[in-house]
């Protein structure tokens, strides 16, 4: 990875006019002008500021793409992608998908004429056997969230590119310090970038990148036709966190490899979903188009009920119960109560979300203290009874 680190850390500018060793913060909404549409670049903070161009650069780079655009979210950047279909198309998504993905799709943009055709899209011949001549855009996460499926990015994208779509990967689990979808033929990549780009759980932000720059401006005149911008201060805070994308994600992967070895030892455990584990589906393909299996994890308990998954996540100590993931700090949750809540109890199930399905977010704690945790978190679950209330909000 030092390679990669290298050329990251020294594509982050220095100010031309200070010589600051870090972006700064353009804390303003507009620009003086020299006269009428004459100026320094910049005229209204929406349309462009500098410290968000500064990380649009960045991200752009770091994809290997040729435009980044920084959205106020990661679910304003996949519905800046969306708003490029007009009614009557139709989206190929994988079916694994994450919950506020669906949400915007269903609920949304099904309103004005946009269908969705959810697939299982680690099987190539899955996608090519369901596109449609009303297909515009594939859709994948690779992997998937919460059960970590892998999907052949240059294979789907192949297909994407004889039938005449866009193919858009959520590279966010993934990062580009593992995996760059646009050089394995991917049109759109796009981020959570709350999760490892930011990395410190203390931001929302989304990105996109595109590979052409008429792609690029076609999600730009959408940024600034719709508003969802990233604010200058949020900019940074993404910046500072990639400077040490790299280094993170080793060590995410280094823990997460040993939390999914010790779950798939323990009695207590069904499933255990991880790409990094031979016994994985496409391991191998995870293997062939990612440098590494990223830091999540998730595992099904042999007692498949809500009420066991509850006990357990309530129970863990350095594992805290929480959204999100790709901080710090260890996260967990529990799907089907919390991320995935707004996808019917049928589509999640057929999907391979269980009941009892635990998400792990591992963090860069010591991973003989993390795993002490969840060995103690099971212990815990074997002699106590919980009663809770059910959850009445989900992001």
């Known amino acids: 990875m030092s390679n990669n680190a290298t050329s990251l850390i020294h594509s982050i500018p220095v100010d031309p006019l200070t010589g600051a060793i870090a972006v700064p913060i353009y804390q303003t909404s507009t620009f003086i002008q020299e006269a009428p549409g004459i100026n320094k670049g910049y005229d209204y903070a929406r349309t462009g500021n500098p410290t968000r161009q500064a990380l649009e650069n960045l991200i752009a780079t770091l994809e290997k793409g040729t435009t980044g655009i920084a959205f106020a979210s990661g679910l304003a950047a996949i519905d800046a992608v969306v708003k490029l279909l007009e009614s009557g198309d139709e989206i190929l998504a994988v079916d694994d998908i994450y919950g506020g993905a669906f949400r915007l799709f269903t609920h949304i943009y099904g309103k004005f004429g946009v269908t969705v055709n959810y697939v299982d899209t680690t099987r190539a011949e899955n996608v090519f056997n369901a596109i449609t001549p009303k297909t515009r855009l594939i859709w994948i996460e690779t992997p998937t969230n919460p059960t970590l499926k892998i999907s052949d990015i240059r294979a789907v994208a192949a297909i994407a590119k004889a039938s005449g779509c866009l193919l858009c990967v959520d590279n966010t689990f993934a990062s580009p310090a593992l995996q760059q979808p646009l ?14 780009l930011g990395g410190h759980s203390d931001l929302i932000a989304g990105l996109v990148i595109t590979k052409t720059k008429e792609l690029g401006e076609k999600i730009k005149f959408i940024q600034n036709a719709s508003g969802a911008i990233l604010a200058p201060f949020d900019s940074w805070l993404v ?7 790299h280094l993170r994600v080793k060590q995410h992967c280094f823990n997460a490899q040993a939390v999914a070895a010790f779950l798939q030892s ?48 309530t129970s863990t100590q350095y594992f805290k119960l929480a959204e999100s993931l790709g901080g710090v700090k260890s996260l967990l949750c529990h799907p089907a109560q919390m991320t995935h809540l707004s996808i019917p109890a049928e589509k999640r199930k057929a999907a391979g979300v269980a009941d009892s399905l635990i998400r792990l977010s591992v963090g860069l704690e010591d991973a003989g203290d993390l795993i002490s945790d969840l060995q103690q978190a099971f212990e815990k679950i074997k002699t106590r009874q919980h009663s809770v209330k059910k959850p009445v909000a989900h992001i």
């Open 239 to 245: 910046i500072r966190g990639i400077e040490t994308l």
């Open 183 to 196: 050089e394995l033929g991917a049109d759109i990549v796009v981020h959570s970038a709350t999760k490892y």
């Open 266 to 313: 323990h009695p207590d455990v069904d499933q255990v979903y991880y790409p990094g584990l031979k016994s994985h589906f496409n391991h191998a393909i995870a293997a062939q188009q990612s440098k590494g299996f990223g830091g999540v994890v998730s595992f099904t308990l042999k007692d498949d009920t809500e009420e066991a998954a509850t006990a357990f996540v």
